[in-house]
């Protein structure tokens, strides 16, 4: 199944019955499939006039109690970053589906990570936190997919699922398994008429900075929790790895390829691949920093989440950073070049 | 002894934050008013702006969802077609609705959004203080067109309701005044009508209100209302600009 067609396929199976989005390439095939399936299950599609109505109509639909989502890519997701900050302020349960195009401006429509900073710092106005889903393959796609959903409202946070062209358009044998059972807590919080019930309000003015201090608080602390409970990550060969790769989405697969290629030639080479990168998988990696030597960060961009891994790994181990930006997709061998090179550089 | 006049069930017992002499608390007043009278507490929500009425939520006593500012139409769309059996109204100002939220009312209405509209219209900006809006008229000095609005400079008033009679998707398109008691009783039929329109599923209806604002006009109340009648009504004629119940009656 192709990656795009697994993620609506997963969204409709997780029960969403809202979506709303506008065209942008290297997507449209979600908006396509939504549009098709929407009418089959009896949900709503509706093709917005802008990436900014629509993530609004995704509001609306969230505070109505549907699950709700909306795709795009990076200049389309620019625009519905005020509509994040609102859904994080007003605690409203929603999935965004990024794929991330060359950057910045209009760029190109190649796979890119630069999108990274945007997504995991929260892109929007605020102090707000939002978990960020990498997926690496089909079937983690629609997995991922379907949880997102389940995050979003156990959380009541909008959701980010980052991927980009290579993961829409790439064709993988999954299993389209149904949605786990997983209790989500009733939403006593939806606006559907005050009916035998006191009215509701949905609202982020918070006037009183003492009043709002309190909110951000209150906020923090479901961020702390998340970052407690949510962070994903997949390691390869890292057991005895004096090199450690860490790269995420098409960048992991691709460096897992160049890792069983530096394997085959005896060299000690792992991989971390984080599947959150919000909350990223800190832990993880500050194990791991006790028993690599060098840690290689390789990104499809000019480097935004080497920041992330040098916090984590706090100067404990050298990091050092590959990347190509600009939708550029390089091949394992180009990656397998580098590992070499810094095995002999750093005489590992 | 008779009651003749109480407060409406759905408007909240605490006093308001308008300045003396602003049209919202007329306009809020009637709206609760309609909310009793059609019964409509169990299955109205409202979409306030970002703007004065910001705030409407602490005097509407049935369920309300803030917008980001000019965002409302987008929302209430999500609204209603998540909950196609229940009311969903719109109430803006001249910026959410004609500045920075162009794009969502049009298409709303374009669309026939079976939602309502109430389109609060003072010619200024005025919960940032008094700046030019869209509707601000020609001449007019507000704080960021102290020399009065040129339109070389700053373009024409936008006539936003007359745009959307244009479009197939609006059902009803009005525009009322709050200059007078007459008027304000206008004001409610019109409003009444909006909402009924929805209910019929008929399409989107927008009910423009002329109305006072003697802070940043910085007029008195009393002033406030010649003004609105004088010149207002002058640029913005008031009357039905569409209706889609007439047409059926030909």
């Not at chain 1, 509509?83 to 409203?92: C, H, K, R």
């Not at chain 2, 809006?133 to 936008?158: C, D, F």
Request: some cysteine; overall charge neutral.
């Amino acid at each position: 199944m192709k990656g795009t067609d697994a993620l609506g396929e997963a969204a409709i199976r997780a029960g969403c019955r809202c979506y709303f989005g506008y065209p942008i390439t290297p997507q449209n095939e979600v908006p396509e499939y939504m549009s098709r399936r929407m009418q089959e299950v009896g949900g709503v599609f509706l093709q917005g006039e802008s990436e900014i109505a629509s993530i609004n109509m995704v509001l609306g639909a969230a505070a109505s109690g549907m699950r709700a989502m909306t795709s795009s890519s990076s200049p389309g997701i620019s625009l519905k970053q005020e509509g994040l900050s609102f859904l994080a302020a007003l605690e409203l349960p929603a999935v965004i589906v990024n794929i991330n195009r060359g950057g910045p401006g209009l760029g190109n429509i190649a796979p890119s990570q630069g999108d990274y900073y945007q997504a995991t710092r929260g892109g929007g106005h605020g102090d707000y936190r939002m978990p960020v889903y990498a997926p690496a393959y089909v079937q983690e796609l629609y997995d991922i997919t379907m949880k997102s959903f389940d995050v979003a409202d156990l959380y009541r946070t909008p959701v980010m699922i980052l991927g980009d062209g290579m993961m829409g358009q790439i064709v993988e044998p999954i299993y389209l398994h149904e949605r786990p059972d997983v209790e989500i807590p009733p939403k006593d919080y939806i606006l559907d008429g005050a009916e035998n019930r006191p009215s509701r309000i949905i609202k982020s003015l918070i006037l009183d900075p003492v009043e709002m201090e309190e909110h951000n608080w209150k906020l923090k602390r479901k961020y702390d929790l998340m970052a407690h409970e949510l962070p994903e990550w997949e390691e390869f060969m890292t057991n005895d790895a004096k090199l450690t790769i860490i790269a995420y989405g098409t960048a992991a697969r691709i460096a897992k390829g160049a890792v069983k290629r530096a394997r085959s030639e005896g060299l000690k080479v792992g991989l971390l691949r984080p599947i959150t990168l919000w909350p990223f998988p800190e832990e993880a990696i500050r194990n791991l920093a006790k028993k690599t030597k060098l840690f290689l960060v390789f990104e499809m961009s000019t480097g935004q989440m080497i920041d992330d891994v040098r916090l984590a790994v706090e100067g404990k181990v050298p990091c050092e950073f590959y990347g190509r930006p600009g939708g550029v997709v390089p091949i394992p061998q180009e990656i397998a070049r580098i590992i070499e090179r810094y095995w002999l550089q750093k005489e590992l | 002894m008779k009651i003749v006049y109480t407060r409406p069930k759905c408007l909240k017992p605490v006093p308001n934050h308008y300045c003396p002499g602003c049209g919202h608390s007329i306009i809020h007043r009637l709206i609760c008013e309609l909310v009793d009278e059609m019964n409509m507490r169990g299955r109205i929500i409202c979409i306030p702006p970002a703007g004065c009425a910001v705030l409407a939520y602490n005097y509407f006593d049935f369920d309300v969802c803030e917008s980001a500012h000019g965002r409302g139409c987008a929302i209430a769309t999500g609204f209603k077609r998540a909950q196609p059996d229940r009311i969903i109204f719109t109430y803006q100002g001249d910026g959410d609705m004609a500045a920075i939220g162009t794009a969502e009312t049009l298409h709303a209405a374009n669309r026939g959004e079976k939602i309502t509209s109430i389109f609060v219209n003072n010619a200024v900006y005025g919960m940032t203080g008094g700046q030019m809006a869209p509707t601000t008229m020609i001449g007019q000095k507000t704080t960021t067109s102290p020399y009065g609005r040129r339109t070389e400079v700053e373009g024409y008033p936008l006539k936003i309701t007359e745009l959307i009679a244009t479009l197939p998707g609006a059902a009803y398109v009005v525009r009322t005044s709050l200059a007078n008691p007459a008027k304000i009783r206008e004001t409610k039929k019109a409003i009444k009508k909006a909402f009924e329109v929805q209910m019929a599923g008929a399409g989107y209806s927008l009910v423009e209100v002329l109305s006072p604002c003697p802070t940043n006009w910085k007029v008195s109340p009393r002033e406030a209302f010649a003004y609105l009648e004088e010149k207002m009504e002058k640029e913005y004629p008031i009357g039905v600009m569409k209706d889609y119940t007439a047409k059926k009656d030909k």
